[in-house]
T-cell receptor, first 114, second 113 residues
């Protein structure tokens, strides 16, 4: 399917476990992003990537790790999950970051950490 | 730093009512401004945008005008439908571009018959 997909859509895990959220886009967009969505905070940027093997921190990177070995994939790993990481996670991609260029969002992953 | 402030929700309207969702921003220069919509269980979709002062973005009956003098980008629709029920996010990208979109906290709209 064309577009941007995320897996899993729902995940329940326990404190201290490692969890990886997957993101895949079919447009060959250069830029990819991970956001978390929490009530009262809107969306906050966790990490972003400008190209394969180029990643950088966003607003709330602590406790997360990313990699981008291929242009189309941008996995997000919680190395040791905490309850405060319970959230909805959105992946996004865009061709550029200039002016009015659109970011395209995936459907989200709802993560619960018990 | 940059920030976006939206009106608190939820906003509940009857079908065919007029909608306004207020959005004001803090940023230097002339940022690009966006409205994204999130339908239940889905990701965000771009609804409309404006990249310079006095521009009007429009889509699906929604409109918003970039007002530099009031640093605002209010979303309006003349006649809402039940299918417009969603969460609406105002966002900005700084002057000159940049990796980060700054989002407001979102406003939930419920439209009833």
């Amino acid at each position: 399917d064309a577009g941007i997909t995320q897996s899993p859509r729902y995940k329940i895990t326990e404190t201290g476990r490692q969890v990886t959220l997957m993101c895949h886009q079919t447009w060959s967009h250069s830029y990819m992003f991970w956001y978390r969505q929490d009530l009262g905070h809107g969306l906050r940027l966790i990490y972003y990537s400008a190209a394969a093997d180029i990643t950088d921190k966003g607003e709330v990177p602590d406790g997360y790790v990313v990699s981008r070995s291929k242009t189309e994939n941008f996995p997000l790993t919680l190395e040791s999950a905490t309850r405060s990481q319970t959230s909805v996670y959105f992946c996004a991609s865009s061709e550029s970051i200039i002016g009015g260029d659109e970011q395209f969002f995936g459907p989200g992953t709802r993560l619960t950490v018990l | 730093g940059n920030s976006v402030t939206q009106m608190e929700g939820p906003v509940t309207l009857s079908e065919e009512a007029f909608l306004t969702i207020n959005c004001t921003y803090t940023a230097t220069g002339y940022p690009s401004l966006f409205w994204y919509v999130q339908y239940p269980g889905e990701g965000l979709q771009l609804l409309l945008k404006a990249t310079k002062a006095d521009d009007k973005g429009s889509n699906k009956g929604f409109e918003a005008t970039y007002r530099k003098e009031t640093t605002s980008f209010h979303l309006e629709k003349g006649s809402v439908q039940v299918s417009d029920s969603a969460v609406y996010f105002c966002a900005l990208r700084p002057t000159g571009g940049g990796n980060k979109l700054t989002f407001g906290t979102g406003t939930q709209l419920k439209v009833e018959l």
